[in-house]
């Protein structure tokens, strides 16, 4: 079982950058494929990007993509989300996400909420205009 702690999130400019990080307790964090998810007010959490176990396979959102980085550090039980030209409808709370990944190292999660096994509680983001 793996616990996910977000932080990193805050209030921003339109046009800005913020890093958020999710860390996990455990020792087997490289065994995990992570994502990224948001839900801004009045709509349904979405997907925002994914990582395989390794690191070396992403999966972005259209709207993420040439934006958003999905990195992670194995060592340091850390995926990061990297933001950067960041809108006002960018707002939303974080969630990141886990799924054991045991075949393959490169496979990462889709874009499901019930394809992740693990959430932490979120971190606001608000860009304003």
């Known amino acids: 079982q793996v616990q996910l702690v977000e932080s990193g999130g805050g209030l921003v400019q339109a046009g800005g950058s913020l890093r958020l990080s999710c860390a996990a307790s455990?020792?087997?964090?490289?065994?995990?494929?992570m994502g990224w998810f948001r839900q801004a007010p009045g709509k349904e959490r979405e997907f925002v990007a994914a990582s395989s176990r390794s690191g070396g396979s992403t999966y972005y959102a259209d709207y993420a993509k040439g934006r958003f980085t999905i990195s992670r550090d194995n060592a340091k039980n850390t995926v990061y989300l990297q933001m950067n030209s960041l809108k006002p409808e960018d707002t939303a709370v974080y969630y990141c996400?886990?799924?054991?990944?045991?075949?393959?190292?490169?496979?990462?999660?889709?874009?499901?909420?019930?394809?992740?096994?693990?959430w932490g509680q979120g971190t606001q983001v608000t860009v304003s205009s």
């Open positions: 455990g020792r087997t964090f490289s065994s995990y494929a």
């Open positions: 996400a886990a799924v054991i990944s045991i075949l393959h190292a490169e496979w990462a999660p889709g874009p499901t909420e019930p394809e992740y096994d693990y």
